[in-house]
T-cell receptor, first 113, second 113 residues
Framework: ETGVTQSPTHLIKTRGQQVTLRCSSQ?????VSWYQQALGQGPQFIFQYYREEENGRGNFPPRFSGLQFPNYSSELNVNALELDDSALYLC????????????FGEGSRLTVL | GESVGLHLPTLSVQEGDNSIINCAYSNSASDYFIWYKQESGKGPQFIIDIRSNMDKRQGQRVTVLLNKTVKHLSLQIAATQPGDSAVYFCAEVTNFGNEKLTFGTGTRLTIIP
């Protein structure tokens, strides 16, 4: 148990729909990062939030957006879903930006039909 | 560009034997490396890390070796146990300040009883 919780654990959407995934960070952690993991691949960095501000973004289109709340929980929103968005979405929290250990949640598995 | 690759996608080891998982990276600017273990249906779990000013670091039953000359790192697991069966990823950090991890595709380690 890492103390990072994600919801929902599984969901199915159709192309063109929108989805919101949620993450509660570990107590005391103010940084949340989101990763996309396609089947059989390593996780790919989407973006990171530090103290409610985006702090770095990977090669993902603008239809991937996020938020971080004052309690440091976070949301990942994906608009206009495409089939290739089917993946495991992982949230990781950490304490600050000093290269500390990332603690991953169990992920939200999104299937787009 | 940045890439982290693994030499072998699968590895089978007899229980009790030692295993070695290899990883090559291409970004010479990377200065922090982490090994993660991912069991089926779970998020990645931190195993061990190493900074570029070191060439070896030991944990409990695990050792990470870093060879900056050839941009290679390895994870050695001693006296393997059935619970070591998982996918192992190496990841590199090239930008302290946003902790973006670049993951490889992973090596599936299977421990044979």
């Amino acid at each position: 148990e890492t103390g990072v919780t994600q919801s929902p654990t599984h969901l199915i959407k159709t192309r063109g729909q929108q989805v919101t995934l949620r993450c509660s960070s570990q107590s005391g952690h103010n940084t949340v990062s989101w990763y996309q993991q396609a089947l059989g691949q390593g996780p790919q960095f989407i973006f990171q939030y530090y103290r409610e501000e985006e702090n770095g973004r990977g090669n993902f289109p603008p239809r991937f957006s996020g938020l971080q709340f004052p309690n440091y929980s976070s949301e990942l929103n994906v608009n206009a879903l495409e089939l290739d968005d089917s993946a495991l979405y992982l949230c990781a929290s950490s304490k600050g930006l000093a290269g500390g250990e990332l603690f991953f949640g169990e992920g939200s598995r999104l299937t787009v039909l | 560009g940045e890439s982290v690759g693994l030499h072998l996608p699968t590895l089978s080891v007899q229980e009790g034997d030692n295993s070695i998982i290899n990883c090559a990276y291409s970004n010479s600017a990377s200065d922090y490396f982490i090994w993660y273990k991912q069991e089926s249906g779970k998020g990645p779990q931190f195993i061990i890390d190493i900074r570029s000013n070191m060439d070896k670091r030991q944990g409990q039953r695990v050792t990470v070796l870093l060879n900056k000359t050839v941009k290679h790192l390895s994870l050695q697991i001693a006296a393997t146990q059935p619970g070591d069966s998982a996918v192992y990823f190496c990841a590199e950090v090239t930008n302290f300040g946003n902790e973006k991890l670049t993951f490889g595709t992973g090596t599936r380690l299977t421990i044979i009883p």
